[in-house]
């Protein structure tokens, strides 16, 4: 159920679960707020129904502490230039003070309550402490996809403290656009996946080798795979204990008819420096005491090559250390083929959204996700807790 088949908001303490876990630069500013953006819908449409809106968010990993530095009060002076209202920012997630607050919201307010990570029953997902963050609302709406694989109590058990819960409009574009690329896909469907380890994405490629028609690996990953079949790959990054299981997940690829990418070529540097001296050579031919950073140019039109007839993509993980220009080329070559071709495309967890704004492609993507972990999740074909917990109640 989602907020808008809820009848009647008007008066109602509605807390609305958002993820506004959003990176920040050493002064506090807020430096890609893609998150907060994404739940403006689900804000605005609870304000202008007349709902008096609890927000509730973590942010970093403060470890049950209170600590400053994590403060949710950026993020509510963001989400009110968004919404072109006032946003209160209690002092804390609970207590006398913020009841008064709370008692005091009028139809159309909205309170930002700070960070629910200052407290450990948050993590614990503790039933007492999601009661004492309940505060005596009518209605829960998730709306933090990207925090709803955590079985925490703002996520988790708050939905049996609360007697109507629903979801959030972010949360039905997620699942939405996750079930036509990875549930009913248009075929060919293709993944790209890509990023530093293969120990971080093992369920991931499971579970899309069993899925998908054909799959493209690049990023530091790929060279457990051109290991494991044979090359010298110098002092590129490899999990020599996955060696076996990347030939088993090539080999399942193969019995199943999945066509299986890697790079042919990549760039090469003496060190992990972004002022490494640095070329372009063969995977045949990685010299020794050299580590490959990036793809090079003839993968990164390979790569191309497989979404011309793509009806479906879905793509996570950087093609190389994109942070540093002279390594950043293969990604955004993929980011622009990604964004310019003729299909659904999804993409998802943090880094993979960092480089298509940086490549300029984000709006000619289907649909980029919020969710880091959350959409790995996703990918392997969990249940996310959050999301089972809204479905369960729901029935
Ligand atoms: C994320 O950034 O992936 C979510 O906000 C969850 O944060 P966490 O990994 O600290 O639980």
Redesign the pocket.
């Known amino acids: 159920r989602y907020i808008d088949q809820l009848k009647d908001l008007k008066g109602k303490k509605v807390f609305i679960r958002v993820?506004f876990?959003v990176p920040q630069d050493d002064k506090g500013n807020i430096t890609e707020d893609s998150?907060i953006v994404g739940a403006v819908p689900t804000i605005k449409y609870a304000l202008e129904q007349g709902a008096k809106v609890v927000l509730a968010s973590?942010?970093?990993?403060p470890k049950g502490e209170k600590k400053p530095k994590y403060t949710m009060a950026p993020a509510s002076k963001r989400l009110s230039q968004l919404i072109g209202k006032k946003v209160i920012q209690a002092p804390d997630c609970f207590g006398p003070e913020v009841d008064k607050l709370v008692d005091a919201l009028k139809p159309g307010e909205c309170l930002m309550l700070e960070n629910v990570?200052f407290y450990p029953g948050e993590?614990k997902n503790d039933a007492e402490f999601a009661r004492k963050l309940a505060n005596g609302c009518d209605i829960y709406v998730n709306d933090?996809f990207?925090?709803s694989?955590?079985a925490?109590a703002s996520v988790e058990a708050i939905t049996k403290v609360i007697p109507t819960i629903a979801a959030g409009f972010l949360m039905r574009n997620e699942m939405t656009f996750f079930d036509k690329a990875m549930t009913n896909p248009v075929r060919p469907l293709v993944a790209i996946l890509g990023g530093a380890k293969v120990s971080g994405k093992l369920e991931v490629l499971e579970k899309l080798v069993n899925k998908v028609d054909k799959i493209v690996i690049g990023g530091g990953m790929a060279f457990t795979f051109l290991k494991a079949m044979g090359y010298s790959v110098g002092k590129s990054l490899v999990e020599d204990e996955l060696i076996v299981t990347a030939k088993k997940v090539m080999d399942k690829a193969k019995k199943r008819g999945v066509t299986f990418y890697l790079p042919v070529d990549c760039i090469v540097a003496n060190a992990f420096d972004a002022k490494a001296t640095n070329f372009v050579t063969t995977v045949q031919e990685i010299p020794e005491g050299w580590m490959a950073l990036d793809i090079g140019p003839a993968s990164a039109t390979l790569f191309a090559e497989t979404l011309r007839d793509a009806k479906t993509v879905i793509w996570n993980g950087p093609m190389g250390v994109f942070e540093m220009d002279a390594f950043a080329r293969g990604t955004f070559a993929v980011a622009e083929a990604v964004g310019n071709c003729f299909a659904t495309t999804v993409i998802g967890g943090?880094d993979t959204d960092a480089a298509v704004n940086k490549a300029g492609v984000a709006d000619k993507v289907s649909y980029i996700s919020t969710?880091?972990?959350?959409f790995l999740e996703l990918l392997e074909g969990k249940t996310l807790p959050g999301v089972k917990a809204l479905d369960v109640k729901s029935k």
């Open positions: 993820d876990n998150r973590h942010l970093g990993r990570r993590e933090a990207a925090v694989h955590r925490h943090g969710g880091g972990g959350a």
